[in-house]
């Protein structure tokens, strides 16, 4: 480790509580103080007790997916400690992964509050080239900050994976000849599940002499997002409809009985989704917005299939394609997104914030090195 790197305080919002809902913050900082980094969680105890030279915050705007009273407690309450925080010489780093809450519920009080924490922040990380341009173009008094694009790592083996797709099939009662799409997680209005059932009955009954199955596994926001889906599924016996939480021990039944996962979004900046797939083998079916065409890039055409509009026939074409590739692989198309390589990236971006007092040339090479964005 360097000396550098022992030396580092963070302060992250969140670290490790989050790890069952999302391992994405657990691989993370783990990982950093594995490189001897410093990392604890936001909270009241530990922002008024200890000194930090880094604040790490993620997802600021999702309380402005419940209530306006929580949403509105909640961001004056961070605005407050991040002032607190760098008024005692702490940097705020700010993850792009998303540019507005998913609702947008509360759109006036929410964009008040991101010209208000925008104004805060002192560098920033994309998780790809394009969501950083999208970050810019939202924000552009960020034009001028440092940004550091640092990829979303892979979640495999940080899930339960030992079902074969034979197995998987029996036990959620699918035929195991079948094709078999499947989207997976909260079922969200923007996320355009409804759309995706309509494409699915559009096929004829048997392509290339199989029934085409669509699983549709996950949390309806609202009761409103639910009757959407059912509407669309009208009793269709292709339509499989897992409308609940799915534990993640059960994540690995729906992800390894399907032949392609499919993502409807009606847009799209990053996508934990797909890459939670691809950790299970599974290719994936997104729109070209966002981060999809440099996942296409790191990942491949034969796993990361990219449309334009979603049409029957684009849907057709990726399940060919998703038949050539076996069901089980040892993961080696995943090596540009390992989470030691995110590891490096974010430890770069802190270390060309926070050491300010290096010699010029020392600061060039750090920022190169992180992938820095002047």
């Known amino acids: ?13 969140p670290a490790f509580e989050n790890r069952r ?4 913050n657990w691989l993370l900082y783990s990982g950093l103080r594995a490189r001897g980094v410093l990392v604890e969680e936001y909270g009241a105890r530990n922002l008024f007790c200890g000194r930090y030279d880094v604040c790490h915050v993620h997802w600021p705007e999702s309380t402005f997916n419940a209530s306006l009273l929580e949403a509105l407690a909640t961001t004056q309450a961070l605005l407050r400690a991040l002032d607190w925080l760098r008024g005692r010489g702490t940097k ?17 009080e929410e964009e008040a509050f991101w010209t208000q924490f925008v104004a805060r922040v002192d560098g920033f990380i994309a998780l790809s080239e394009a969501s950083l341009e999208l970050t810019r173009q939202r924000f552009p008094e960020l034009a001028r900050r440092p940004a550091f694009v640092v990829p979303h790592p892979h979640y495999r083996g940080e899930y339960p994976d030992g079902v074969a797709r034979s197995q998987a099939r029996v036990r959620l009662g699918l035929g ?11 079922v969200l ?5 409804p759309e995706l059932i309509r494409t699915v009955r559009a096929l004829p009954r048997s392509v290339d002499g199989r029934e085409v199955t669509l699983l549709v596994a996950g949390r309806p926001y609202d009761r409103g997002t639910e009757q959407a889906v059912l509407r669309a599924a009208d009793g269709d016996q292709r339509i499989r409809l897992h409308l609940r939480f799915v534990p993640r021990e059960d994540a690995q039944l729906f992800f390894r009985a399907a032949n392609l996962v499919a993502l409807p979004y009606r847009e799209i900046l990053n996508s934990g989704s797909a890459v939670l797939g691809l950790g299970f083998d599974r290719p994936v079916l997104m729109p ?3 981060a999809g065409q440099e996942l296409e890039r790191l990942i491949g055409r034969e796993w990361v299939h990219l449309y334009d509009e979603l049409r029957p026939e684009s849907l057709c074409e990726a399940l060919a ?16 997104l390992d989470p030691s390589a995110v590891v490096s990236g974010t430890l ?3 270390q060309s914030l926070v050491l300010p007092a290096l010699p010029s040339r020392l600061r060039e090479l750090s920022a190169l090195s992180a992938g820095v964005y002047p």
């Open 92 to 108: 705020l780093v700010w993850t792009a992964h998303n540019l507005r809450a998913h609702e947008r519920r509360f759109a006036r």
């Open 189 to 193: 209005e923007y996320k355009n599940v």
């Open 348 to 350: 770069s971006a802190y």
């Open 1 to 13: 480790m360097s000396e550098s790197a022992s030396k580092l305080r963070v302060l992250a919002r």
């Open 176 to 186: 195991q000849d079948a094709q078999v799409v499947l989207f997976f997680g909260r």
């Open 321 to 336: 394609r998703a038949r050539a590739l076996p069901p089980v692989t040892d993961g080696r198309q995943l090596a540009p």
């Open 288 to 290: 070209r917005l966002g």
């Open 21 to 24: 809902d999302n391992p994405y």
